[in-house]
């Protein structure tokens, strides 16, 4: 009858229907896994070659993919402070609101002292020395703290990208012409001590907030890598770059342990070894490039001063005796770093 559903035609109308609900559990079952989504910040430029946060994250995503994990990762990368200063993100890594951070180890020592055993001057010799040491053992303590302390977990060790040295606006060549110039330092306490005893007025101040300072005059200058000066145009206002090499920090790269814990176990597996992987890339880029800056910031007019480094060494030397006696925990850190040769 027109107008009326006969019981034949319901069931012919419903048939499709039926088909699919058949046919959608198989569906599912083909669907592609849900992607894992990490954030990787850095504070540093967007620099493919002189930046080292850019540097570890080109040579992780080469590794995700090579390992096949290219489809079930997606790593974003947040150069140039996007996701806030430093001290904010490893806050955020704490607590597991952002998964990754690429940083020198520095920033860690303000949420876990002991991690500042890395800043004390010229307590490593070089790059090459420093994975000596950590070979031998020396992070392995720094590594449990952070991990009790702070939840963060170091899933791979780098270099910066050369020693860190003095930039300034006036040639220092000695203690004495460090006096009274402003020269910025990382936000940590060590470093800042650091280059208290090498003469300077030592400035605490955030990454994002050297560029503005030197053209203000706010500062006189900072300490870094060439590298690093050269990706973020310090040079434009300071000209002068003494080589006094206090510092071979460690690159760290910090892992949530909130994210660490909600990744599948097989998946996470695959991912901490290209993440290693890509360490290693970045330490031999690292030993490279420095010397290629230290020559691009003198075709940019910076004058290259290699300076009375022992004079320094002297001024810096009771600075390790005096941080392991207020911290014993950091003597067998320091006893494994200067028992290694280079």
Same mark, same amino acid.
């Given at each position: 009858m027109t107008g009326h559903l006969?019981?034949? =035609?319901? #069931?012919?109308? =419903?048939?499709?229907l039926a088909a699919g609900l058949v046919f959608a559990p198989a569906l599912i079952g083909r669907a592609v896994a849900a992607v894992t989504k990490l954030k990787l910040s850095s504070s540093q430029a967007n620099d493919p070659k002189y930046a080292n946060g850019r540097v570890f994250y080109d040579n992780l995503m080469k590794h995700v993919k090579s390992s096949g994990l290219g489809e079930q990762l997606d790593v974003s990368f947040f150069p140039d402070n996007q996701l806030g200063q430093e001290i904010d993100v490893i806050n955020s890594v704490k607590l597991g609101v952002i998964d990754m951070m690429v940083s020198g180890s520095s920033i860690s020592a303000n949420l876990v002292p002991l991690v500042g055993t890395f800043d004390l001057g010229y307590l490593f010799s070089s790059f090459e020395q420093q994975t000596k040491a950590f070979d031998a053992? /020396?992070?392995?303590? !720094?590594?449990?703290? #952070? #991990?009790?302390?702070?939840n963060i977990r170091v899933i791979a060790w780098a270099y910066n990208f050369g020693a860190r =040295? !003095?930039?300034?606006?006036? /040639? !220092?060549?000695?203690?004495?012409?460090l006096a009274g110039l402003k020269i910025r330092t990382l936000p940590n306490p060590v470093i800042t001590e650091c280059l208290r005893l090498m003469g300077a007025a030592a400035t605490p101040l955030a990454f994002g907030e050297i560029y503005t300072g030197l053209q203000a005059g706010v500062l006189d200058g900072l300490e870094h890598d060439p590298p690093t000066i050269v990706a973020s145009k310090f040079y434009e206002t300071a000209k002068f770059y003494s080589l006094t090499q206090h510092n071979f920090s460690p690159l760290a790269v910090y892992f949530s342990e909130t994210t660490f814990n909600r990744l599948d176990p097989k998946l996470r597996d695959s991912f901490l070894d290209a993440a290693q992987k890509a360490a290693a890339d970045t330490r031999a880029h690292g030993l490279a490039v420095e010397k290629e800056a230290l020559k691009v910031l003198a075709d940019k007019g910076v004058t290259v001063i290699d300076p009375d480094r022992e004079a320094f060494r002297k001024k810096v030397a009771p600075q390790t005796d005096a941080f392991v006696k207020a911290r014993p925990e950091a003597k067998p850190i320091v006893d494994i770093i200067k028992s290694t040769q280079a």
């Amino acid at each position: 009858m027109t107008g009326h559903l006969t019981r034949r =035609s319901l #069931l012919r109308a =419903s048939a499709p229907l039926a088909a699919g609900l058949v046919f959608a559990p198989a569906l599912i079952g083909r669907a592609v896994a849900a992607v894992t989504k990490l954030k990787l910040s850095s504070s540093q430029a967007n620099d493919p070659k002189y930046a080292n946060g850019r540097v570890f994250y080109d040579n992780l995503m080469k590794h995700v993919k090579s390992s096949g994990l290219g489809e079930q990762l997606d790593v974003s990368f947040f150069p140039d402070n996007q996701l806030g200063q430093e001290i904010d993100v490893i806050n955020s890594v704490k607590l597991g609101v952002i998964d990754m951070m690429v940083s020198g180890s520095s920033i860690s020592a303000n949420l876990v002292p002991l991690v500042g055993t890395f800043d004390l001057g010229y307590l490593f010799s070089s790059f090459e020395q420093q994975t000596k040491a950590f070979d031998a053992g /020396a992070a392995k303590p !720094v590594e449990a703290a #952070l #991990l009790k302390n702070a939840n963060i977990r170091v899933i791979a060790w780098a270099y910066n990208f050369g020693a860190r =040295s !003095v930039l300034a606006k006036k /040639a !220092v060549k000695t203690p004495e012409d460090l006096a009274g110039l402003k020269i910025r330092t990382l936000p940590n306490p060590v470093i800042t001590e650091c280059l208290r005893l090498m003469g300077a007025a030592a400035t605490p101040l955030a990454f994002g907030e050297i560029y503005t300072g030197l053209q203000a005059g706010v500062l006189d200058g900072l300490e870094h890598d060439p590298p690093t000066i050269v990706a973020s145009k310090f040079y434009e206002t300071a000209k002068f770059y003494s080589l006094t090499q206090h510092n071979f920090s460690p690159l760290a790269v910090y892992f949530s342990e909130t994210t660490f814990n909600r990744l599948d176990p097989k998946l996470r597996d695959s991912f901490l070894d290209a993440a290693q992987k890509a360490a290693a890339d970045t330490r031999a880029h690292g030993l490279a490039v420095e010397k290629e800056a230290l020559k691009v910031l003198a075709d940019k007019g910076v004058t290259v001063i290699d300076p009375d480094r022992e004079a320094f060494r002297k001024k810096v030397a009771p600075q390790t005796d005096a941080f392991v006696k207020a911290r014993p925990e950091a003597k067998p850190i320091v006893d494994i770093i200067k028992s290694t040769q280079a």
